[in-house]
């Protein structure tokens, strides 16, 4: 009773929190022909069923592989594949460390990109502080200013940087709510970031 108890912990930990971008990505790919929730199930029953479960760490990545492997093993059934199924399936063979570092990435250049557009004294103070971690005095004393301003300078970067962010980040999510809910042709263009003073 302990190891079924400890299967269905790890399927809930492990495997369903992966359970809606494995439903994304079959959705783009699968043809019409093919039931989506009939496959997203045909997956979750696969990984349960596994015998070796407590090996299984990665739970999006599993899943991503049953799943092509389930998508070839019905082009195989149906024998005429199209071209853009074959290229779809590489969308399940990602790499969940590759994508890690790819929104990694991407997101140190939206705070480059950021903190950029911070104003000039602001923008020394913050690099100064968060990139070299230099203390307030020294850059006080290297910028030839009181240790109060410096300060004034980094909350007001900081700010800035936060409303950036968080304006960014309601962006994303206006995206994915036009994503999901409207066709690729309504989509309306997004607010852009701005460092406003």
């Given at each position: ?26 959705r ?16 979750l ?10 090996a ?22 149906n ?7 074959i ?22 250049r ?11 004294q ?32 980094l ?27 409207q ?15």
């Amino acid at each position: 009773m302990d190891r079924v108890r400890a299967k269905l912990e790890w399927f809930k930990t492990t495997l369903l929190p992966h359970e809606a971008a494995l439903r994304g990505r079959l959705r783009r790919i699968l043809p019409p022909t093919q039931e989506l929730e009939d496959t997203v199930a045909e997956v979750l029953a696969r990984a349960y069923a596994t015998d070796n479960w407590q090996a299984v760490t990665a739970g999006r990545a599993y899943l991503f592989t049953i799943a092509r492997n389930l998508v070839i093993d019905n082009a195989r059934r149906n024998k005429i594949v199209s071209f853009e199924a074959i290229a779809d399936l590489e969308m399940l063979q990602s790499e969940t460390a590759l994508e890690g570092q790819l929104h990694a990435r991407d997101a140190l250049r939206q705070v480059e990109a950021i903190v950029a557009a911070l104003p000039a004294q602001c923008r020394r103070v913050f690099v100064l502080r968060r990139v070299h971690d230099k203390s307030m005095g020294e850059i006080a004393e290297e910028m030839c200013l009181s240790v109060s301003t410096v300060e004034k300078h980094l909350a007001k970067a900081i700010a800035l940087v936060m409303r950036a962010w968080s304006q960014r980040e309601e962006t994303d999510l206006e995206r994915a709510g036009v994503g999901l809910g409207q066709s690729a042709g309504d989509r309306r263009a997004s607010r852009p970031v701005a460092c406003s003073v």
